[in-house]
């Protein structure tokens, strides 16, 4: 995977929790997407207007597609540094792309979130210019 890298990422840090994970004492596979939420709300609150914020003005970002690829295991107590970037803007549709590494740099997950930006009927609405604008920094084009 040759990327040049985007001009800005959006990190977040998670400590992993004993709530997070298995008897076997690794993150379970099905939190990924929580911290991906997680780290996607800080983005937009680091951005200037929260997810709840946008919601009182009636828009909404509904998740249509996860992919995610696992690399490696996070355990207990592990700090984990959580990347969000930018990979669509268009019209009514957002993409963000993840990484997730632990101490070291050791890379734990890659992904990608696809939502759709809509009014509170469910019906598509077009991405605000304001919040494009503030997200095309974090945008990866390639």
Same mark, same amino acid.
Not at 12 to 15: A, E, G, I, L, S
């Given at each position: 995977l040759s990327c040049g890298m985007p001009a800005e990422i959006f990190t977040?840090? @998670?400590?992993v929790t004993y *709530?997070?994970?298995?008897v076997g004492n690794h993150?379970?596979?099905?939190?990924?997407?929580? !911290? !991906? #939420?997680a780290a996607r709300g800080?983005?937009?609150? @680091? $951005?200037?207007?929260?997810? $709840? #914020?946008?919601q009182d003005e009636g828009i909404f970002?509904?998740?249509?597609?996860? @992919? !995610?690829k696992?690399? *490696?295991? *996070?355990?207990?107590?592990?700090e984990l540094s959580i990347e969000c970037r930018m990979t669509a803007i268009r019209g009514a549709r957002l993409g963000f792309g993840y990484r997730i590494t632990k101490e070291e740099g050791v890379r734990i997950l890659e992904g990608e979130t696809l939502h759709g930006c809509?009014? *509170?009927a469910g019906r598509a609405s077009r991405l605000p210019a304001a919040l494009a604008e503030k997200l095309r920094p974090y945008l990866d084009e390639n």
């Open positions: 977040n840090v @998670h400590r *709530a997070d994970c298995t993150v379970y596979y099905g939190r990924y997407p929580d !911290l !991906l #939420e800080e983005f937009f609150r @680091h $951005l200037g207007t929260s997810f $709840l #914020e946008y970002f509904p998740v249509s597609e996860v @992919h !995610l696992y690399f *490696a295991f *996070a355990e207990y107590d592990d809509t009014n *509170a």
